[in-house]
């Protein structure tokens, strides 16, 4: 698969992850990707590609790793609920670990 298409198709993939359950979100996220290739689509320097590329693939990674959609609860509360994924790439507290679980 050529490597634009699978950095392209790794961040579609990323924001559907992240914005599930918010789909202004998703749509907002896709155009602005869409727009940031569309941007980029003539560039022809391999430095430069390759640099973009690096930045998609990074970009993707961060979204997939750190962000998390909150839901508005019926307290009128956002509440958000981490996956293991989140987890794996937390920052690590000395009292707690990535996901709030007191330490042994």
């Given amino acids: ?7 392209y198709r790794e961040l579609i993939r990323s ?11 998703f ?6 990707i ?4 569309e941007v980029s689509r003539m560039e022809v320097d ?4 390759a640099e973009r590329l690096r930045e998609g693939r990074e970009a993707a990674s961060f979204i997939a790793s750190f962000v998390v959609q909150g839901t508005l609860n019926d307290k009128g509360n956002y509440a958000v609920t ?4 989140h ?5 690590t507290y ?5 996901c709030g679980q007191a330490k042994k």
Avoid: G, Q
Avoid at 15 to 25: G, L
Avoid at 34 to 37: D, E, L, T, Y
Avoid at 46 to 49: D, K, L, Q, T
Avoid at 87 to 91: H, I, S
């Fill in 27 to 32: 749509t907002s996220s896709i155009t602005e």
């Fill in 46 to 49: 391999p430095y430069e590609v």
């Fill in 94 to 98: 000395e009292s707690e670990d990535e």
């Fill in 87 to 91: 987890c794996e790439k937390a920052f």
């Fill in 1 to 7: 698969m050529n490597p634009v298409t699978s950095v």
């Fill in 15 to 25: 924001c559907r992850k992240a914005f599930k359950e918010d789909h202004a979100m």
């Fill in 82 to 85: 981490f996956e293991e994924h």
């Fill in 34 to 37: 869409r727009n940031k290739f």
